[in-house]
Each structure stands twice: as C-alpha cells, then as structure tokens.
C-alpha cells in the first residue's frame, strides 16, 4: 500500500488529530511518528518502519555522519496508538518541531504519510509548484 492525496485536519481540544479514513487501514492500530525533514511529522505503519530502521541499523556507527543519522531517526520517533474513531494524540514535543497549532494538512508519501502544519505545507506546496515550472521550462531547452 502506498499512502497518496492531501487532506486537512484540525487538532481537537485534547490535541488528537483524525487520521484519514484512506489511511487508517494500511497503518494499523499502532504505528511510529518521527520528527521528519522539513519541520513535518512522518507517521510509518510498523512494517514500513521496521525496513527504514533496519537499513539504519546495518550503517557503520564508525562515521559520524551515521551516527547522527541514526540518532536522529531513533532519538526523535516514537510509537503512537490509532484509536477506534481514527484519532492519534500529537504531543507537544512533536507539534512544536512541527509548528503544529490547530489545522493541518495530512499528505500521503508513498510508505509513510507527512503530517504539516496547515500554513507551512500551502507554502512549500507553492515553492514546490514553482519549481516544477522552473524545472519543465528546463527540459524543454
């Protein structure tokens, strides 16, 4: 299964955030949230998880490049439970790396799903759209 599509969702009062009904399925009642690349929230199914970590675990702890790698990756992930309404709670370490106030964009990213703060990701979406007409016009000469 790969997770695709954009869907907004707000924080409720106790700062559990709605999982899409398109992606609840494919994560399971228990899956891993990490403090990603770009300042966003990455949430992995356990299996998807699980293969990232093993390639991580295999990498030479004699670099120190790896090491902060590997330090990164475990120091800022934890696991997360999905409730029977679809809810996940976002604590306040990960929505403050996140700039996480209230309304979110959840979007799909192949093995694992990106959880942004609302105004960040229209943004970078943007910044993105401009740079694919930049790189089009490239090709094109």
Request: glycine share 6%; net charge negative; charged share 40%.
């Amino acid at each position: 299964m790969y997770f695709n599509g954009e869907f907004q969702h707000g924080l409720d009062e106790k700062s559990r955030l709605i999982l899409p009904a398109d992606f609840r399925d494919s994560l399971g009642k228990t899956c891993m949230i990490y403090k990603g690349m770009e300042t966003c929230l990455q949430v992995y199914p356990m299996e998807a998880w699980e293969r990232q970590a093993e390639k991580l675990v295999a990498l030479d702890d004699y670099t120190k490049e790896n090491r902060d790698l590997k330090r990164r990756f475990f120091s800022g992930s934890r696991s997360c439970e999905i409730d029977r309404q679809g809810r996940t709670l976002i604590n306040q370490e990960f929505r403050a790396y996140a700039r996480i106030t209230k309304e979110t964009y959840i979007i799909g990213s192949g093995d694992h799903l990106q959880i942004w703060d609302r105004d960040r990701w229209e943004k970078y979406r943007l910044r993105l759209d401009d740079e694919e007409g930049t790189d089009a016009e490239d090709d094109q000469r």
